[in-house]
Structure formats: C-alpha cells, structure tokens
C-alpha cells in the first residue's frame, strides 16, 4: 500500500457525529418495519441474512465501545484512510461475533435503538482526540467514526438491495463522508496524476501514475455518482458491468480502474 498524500483530507467531527446518528436512525426505523420473512431474506454478503446483516451494522457501531474501553495508545500511527485496507484482516472473527448477536438479540430494532442510545453517553463523554486502538491502527476518535459512515452507508445499500421495496434513504452527510474516504483510497492505493476521478457532488482525485495534466480537461477521466461508486469501491459492482450498463464513464487510455477495484471487501 502506499503512504498516504502528507496533507490528508480532514472531516469536520459535529456533522460526522450528526452524519453517523441520521443514517444509524434511517435503519433503525426500516428495521422497526421488518417481518420474520424478510429477516429471513439472503442478502449479498455471503450465506448471511438479512437479520445477520442488521446484527453486524449494529457490530460496526458497537466497534467504538470496544475501542474505547481499550486502553489508549501512546500516539497516533496512521490516518483514516488507511482503515479501507485493513478491514479484511479478520472476516473469520467478524462472521461469528455477527451471527452470535444475530442469534442473541431477536428485537434487531430494539438493540439498535440501545446501540444509539449508548453511543450519544460515550461520545458525551469522551473528546473526539481520544486514541483509539483500531484494526487499521492507532485513530483519534472522530477520525474512526468517519470510518462508521462507510459501514452505515454500504450496509444501508446491502439492506435496500436484500428487501425489496425497502428504500433506506442515504443521508446526504453520511454518503458524502463515505464517498470521499473510499475515493481517497483509490489515490493511496494508485498515486499519480494521469487521471481524474470524479464522483459529484462530493469528491474529485487524481491517481495513475503517468503524465500529469495541468490544465484544461485532463486526458483520463472517470465520472460516476456516489453509490456506484461506493458499490465499485466494496465490490458490489464490477468494473465491467458498471461500464456495460453506463453506469460509469470512462474516457482515456489510462481510465480503466478494474484492476485497482475492489479496495475494501
């Protein structure tokens, strides 16, 4: 993986922390609606169903209690980006603690509810500098909650794709943050300037290694919109069907990101 850029992007932590309980509240309210056939639904994550899913977004959340009753560590050793390719490291571990919970909370709407509730005393009470030890490595506090954006935005996807007629809406602040993060990643993951990344309204970068544009129109040029982008990102979509079914464009000879595709899975 490379280093990421020296100046990283920066989020600002009151709209993160507003982004994270509007888009937690979106799927505890269609959860709230949810029958035992639809909790019984597949979904596209494997063997999983749709309660497991539901129990793993409320896992996703829980991760900053977990981290936060750890102790802090001494500094500070990565940035956020750096948290997209580290979240594979232990699906084994992941997969049981999911289907664990699933199994000992029936009222999946509920312990959502529960989960809310706890997280808005913890964040009351702890600064958003506060270290944490997290799987990517040492991360302020604030900086891991944009990481529970992605999980809230990708999971909302996975939920609207498993039941049909769902429709979670995406929270505007919450899609924003998720968007940017995984863009940054493809700059990380592919440093260079050749190509342009755009993925309106919410996040522009420039990756591929080759010459460098510096005006006008730049020759490599990928466009798409946010959940596209962030199903291609997490492997949801491939490179090849979203440019068979226009949902993205490409234009250029260095244009072509299948092979930087997927970054987090």
Same mark, same amino acid.
């Given at each position: ?12 932590? $009151? ?15 269609? &959860? ?12 596209? =994550?494997?063997?999983? %169903? ?11 959340? %829980? $991760? ?25 490291? #232990?699906?084994?571990? *992941? ?9 000992? !909370?029936?009222? /999946?709407?509920? !312990? ?13 009470? !702890?600064?958003?500098?506060? /270290?944490?030890?997290? #799987? ?8 891991? =909650?944009? %990481?529970? +954006? ?8 996975? =939920? #609207?794709?498993?039941? @049909? ?13 998720? +968007?940017?993060? /995984?863009?940054? $990643? ?14 309106? @309204? ?14 006008? %129109? @730049?020759? #490599? ?8 982008? *962030? ?16 949902? &993205? ?17």
């Amino acid at each position: 993986m490379a280093t990421p850029r020296k100046r990283p992007r920066s989020y600002d932590p $009151a709209r993160t922390r507003a982004a994270v309980f509007a888009q937690l509240g979106h799927v505890r309210d269609a &959860v709230r609606t949810l029958g035992p056939e639809q909790f019984a639904l597949p979904t596209r =994550l494997g063997d999983w %169903t749709v309660r497991e899913l539901v129990a793993h977004i409320g896992m996703a959340l %829980t $991760a900053v209690h977990r981290a936060v009753d750890r102790p802090a560590p001494p500094k500070r050793d990565v940035q956020v980006v750096e948290w997209v390719f580290a979240t594979s490291s #232990n699906a084994a571990a *992941i997969d049981d603690f999911t289907r664990r919970l699933a199994a000992d !909370h029936p009222d /999946l709407g509920a !312990h959502l509810a529960d989960i809310e509730e706890r997280l808005r005393a913890l964040l009351a009470e !702890h600064p958003g500098g506060r /270290l944490l030890e997290t #799987n990517a490595g040492a991360l302020p506090l604030d900086d891991y =909650l944009v %990481t529970r +954006t992605v999980e809230l935005v990708v999971h909302t996807d996975d =939920l #609207n794709a498993a039941v @049909p007629g769902l429709g979670i809406p995406h929270d505007r602040q919450a899609l924003a943050a998720a +968007t940017r993060l /995984l863009a940054d $990643a493809l700059a990380v993951k592919a440093p260079g300037g050749s190509t342009e990344v755009r993925v309106p @309204p919410y996040a522009v970068v420039q990756c591929v290694e080759g010459p460098r544009h510096t005006r006008g %129109t @730049p020759p #490599n040029v990928v466009e798409t919109d946010p959940l596209t982008w *962030i199903r291609l990102a997490t492997g949801r979509l491939t490179w090849a069907d979203a440019v068979t079914e226009a949902e &993205v464009g490409a234009s250029g000879e260095r244009a072509d990101l299948g092979g930087l595709l997927p970054l987090l899975s």
